[in-house]
């Protein structure tokens, strides 16, 4: 039986990888502690159900140990070629691995996509030239006529009519192809590899979570993200409750990610969802980040019955002129009622808000921290702006300021008033002494409605904070900064 073409999908996920703390504050059942790329679990199925095949392998680091796991890997596999989905901030990283592979396996074709190369595939190519291949937007047809030729002996210059590809061409130049029409209904795509991620001898535990997408593109058009604006599309809700269903049959799976950046997609798709895991009495758990003024109360009540664990929203400001600034399409009393809802319903709740958007200031970072006290969710986050290429924000950068990811220059650069060294404080002492409030304490420890788990989590998060609290305070003192820093070394050793 002849080989099928394969591509091997490569990753770095460090082994102390926790997303928004969630090891620290005991919250395994509520984050995602599997944090591998949904695209790639996608893309292999899409392959598989097309006559080719894919692996994934994963790596803690680029170094000997992850060498010697990849080289492994390879033998197994016997790739036509390796591929990778990559953010900004994996780019240099994950650039170390790809060396590697060229120096070792210069006869595999290496591809990498994903929303930076996406914004930058000139750049890409040009400053890594180890990557043989861009590929630009979504992947799925793209990649399946790619590996396809790649396996019949095809390079480079024999593939230029291959919609939505980049590459170099012999004579040095970079070959930008047309755009790849996106895939209509997304709903033909078939349920991700989650075979991929789930090993048998270790079934999923309290700690799994496993990546769920229910979308792709947004209506929105928020100016600090680089996600593909517009083309949005969803699966219907029977499909994605299939998708939950074959999954905890299949792998004992019994906790979703929800991935999508915003869910649900509408609120009458959410009543279809509801209605069809009471219909089957699927017994699931889940988390998601949703935007303010979707849900309705009744919604938000329905959605703890049926598992809804956590619900993360993206409030960004508190000032009103800010919000319409980064084009985020919601208000302050809608981020009001949605919080109020979910404490009102006893569900673990989280907001998050953005430092150093454009036109920001002392006074409107100050209204984004009074907000996030009024809202009182249960956890709040406050991350300094990454302004990352595709995003709008990119191109509010000085031109010497937009390899910033590359590590050039002077680091992150800020597109507001502030520097980004007191944004990062601001960000820091907002985040430390949100759950040090009276209110906070009463709400979300002593009364409210959130059931003992996550009542014993936000205990946590409280003594976690009181302890950076006390310690930031000490460490002001030279004395007891001394004795600060010289613990700190010792158990690093």
């Not at 796991?69 to 240099?92: F, Q, R, T, W, Y």
């Not at 702006?385 to 000085?398: I, S, W």
Request: proline share 6%; hydrophobic share 40%.
């Amino acid at each position: 039986m002849a080989k099928k073409p394969t591509i091997l999908f490569l990753a770095i996920i460090p082994p102390d990888y926790s997303p928004y703390l969630a090891a620290s504050y005991g919250m395994e059942r509520s984050f995602d502690l599997l944090p591998h790329k949904h695209s790639v679990l996608s893309l292999v199925a899409w392959l598989r159900d097309n006559g080719c095949e894919g692996q994934y392998v994963w790596i803690d680091a680029p170094d000997e140990k992850g060498f010697m796991v990849l080289d492994d890997a390879i033998a197994i596999a016997e790739p036509d070629a390796i591929g990778l989905s990559l953010v900004s901030e994996e780019m240099v990283s994950h650039y170390k691995l790809i060396r590697f592979l060229k120096k070792h396996y210069p006869k595999i074709q290496i591809i990498v996509g994903g929303p930076h190369v996406t914004a930058l595939p000139e750049h890409t190519l040009l400053n890594f030239p180890d990557i043989d291949f861009v590929a630009i937007g979504e992947g799925e047809r793209t990649l399946l006529e790619w590996i396809m030729r790649i396996a019949a002996g095809q390079r480079g210059f024999e593939l230029g009519d291959i919609n939505g590809l980049a590459f170099t061409h012999i004579d040095g130049k970079v070959i930008v192809t047309p755009p790849r029409e996106s895939i209509k209904d997304i709903n033909i795509l078939p349920d991700p590899a989650f075979d991929l991620i789930h090993d048998s001898e270790a079934p999923p535990d309290k700690r799994s979570a496993y990546p769920l997408v229910c979308s792709y593109g947004c209506y929105f058009n928020c100016t600090f993200c680089s996600v593909e604006h517009g083309n949005y599309r969803c699966l219907t809700p029977v499909r994605v409750v299939d998708r939950m269903e074959r999954a905890k049959r299949k792998f004992g799976v019994e906790y979703f990610a929800i991935r999508d950046s915003f869910w649900p997609p509408k609120r009458d798709w959410l009543d279809e969802f509801c209605d069809e895991v009471e219909k089957r009495n699927l017994k699931v758990k889940f988390h998601f980040q949703t935007r303010a003024g979707v849900l309705t109360k009744e919604q938000v009540v329905r959605l703890k019955k049926i598992g809804a664990q956590v619900i993360a929203i993206g409030v960004e400001a508190g000032d009103p002129e800010i919000l319409k600034a980064i084009k985020k399409g919601i208000t302050v009393d809608m981020a009001r009622e949605t919080v109020e809802m979910l404490n009102d319903a006893g569900i673990f709740s989280i907001a998050f808000f953005i430092f150093g958007n454009q036109f920001e200031n002392n006074r409107t970072i100050q209204a984004s921290i009074d907000l996030s006290h009024e809202l009182n969710a249960s956890i709040a986050f406050f991350h300094v702006l990454f302004p990352l290429p595709g995003a709008e924000a990119f191109g509010f950068l000085k031109d010497d300021e937009k390899l910033w990811w590359m590590g050039r220059g002077d680091g992150l650069p800020s597109i507001c008033d502030l520097s980004t060294a007191d944004l990062e404080k601001l960000a820091t002492h907002a985040f430390i002494h949100y759950p040090l409030r009276w209110d906070w304490y009463k709400q979300h420890v002593l009364g409210g409605k959130l059931p003992a788990e996550f009542r014993n989590i936000a205990r946590k998060i409280h003594a976690i904070h009181t302890r950076k609290s006390i310690l930031g305070t000490l460490e002001r003192y030279w004395p007891f900064n001394m004795m600060i820093r010289g613990t700190k070394s010792m158990l690093k050793r």
